[in-house]
């Protein structure tokens, strides 16, 4: 996910003007068939990509899309106020598909996020756990104050996007039986192999000893 936010003079001016630091929470609302996995964000944390992620559930990676729930995800940033532009991105995966006789392909909607900011307070820090927002005084909504000075854009600033459309492709129910043999017989054929590998180089190893004696 790439989320790019322009900060205009009238946001500096009304929100963020004399402010030595903010913090950013951008609100992402994923949809069943979309995840982040926590540990690679945990990952990305630790590597200093400057983000802090938290879930409102847990995420199962394993489980199809039908199978699963919308979540949501909590990114926050700090920032410097007087920049002009921010740039937030993540990974995310996208989750198999219920088998279908009538489609190839099955669209996934991702939503725009919502992007709030925090400039109240001298030592503001970001939350160990989503219900430390509370803590905070007040969280302003950039989203709804100034929808009209806020681009949420792919690397091309000039390029709104409300939704973004993934199709996903979707496993033919008529070729079941096929996949299902293919993939046996490949599994079959690459155990015997390795089989066959360990057996052999062992032997070469024996004799390779037995010389040696």
């Known amino acids: 996910m790439y989320t790019e936010i322009n900060f205009w003079e009238e946001h500096k001016t009304k929100l963020l003007k004399g402010r030595p630091e903010c913090i950013l929470m951008l609100v992402e609302t994923l949809p069943a068939g979309v995840y982040v996995d926590p540990f690679e ?3 990305l944390e630790k590597f200093g990509s400057g983000n802090r992620f938290h879930y409102f559930n847990d995420v199962d990676v394993e489980k199809p899309a039908y199978q699963s729930q919308q979540n949501v995800v909590l990114v926050y940033r700090m920032f410097n106020p007087q920049s002009h532009l921010l740039n937030i991105s993540f990974p995310v995966h996208f989750r198999y598909q219920l088998p279908s006789d009538t489609v190839t392909h099955r669209r996934v909607y991702l939503n725009a996020p919502l992007i709030y900011v925090n400039c109240n307070g ?3 820090v970001i939350p160990h756990v989503p219900e430390q927002m509370a803590h905070f005084d007040t969280w302003t909504t950039l989203s709804v104050i100034d929808k009209e000075q806020l681009d949420f854009s792919k690397p091309d600033p000039k ?3 409300v939704r973004l ?7 033919q129910r ?3 039986t096929l996949v299902t043999v293919v993939t046996l017989l ?3 054929v690459a155990a015997f192999g390795i089989i066959y590998y360990i057996v052999k180089r062992e032997t070469i190893n024996f004799y390779e000893r037995e010389k040696i004696e």
């Open 41 to 43: 964000m945990n990952e």
């Open 122 to 124: 001298k030592n503001l």
């Open 159 to 161: 390029e709104k996007l």
């Open 165 to 171: 459309v993934v199709p996903i492709p979707v496993g």
């Open 174 to 176: 008529d070729k079941q």
């Open 186 to 188: 490949i599994t079959t």
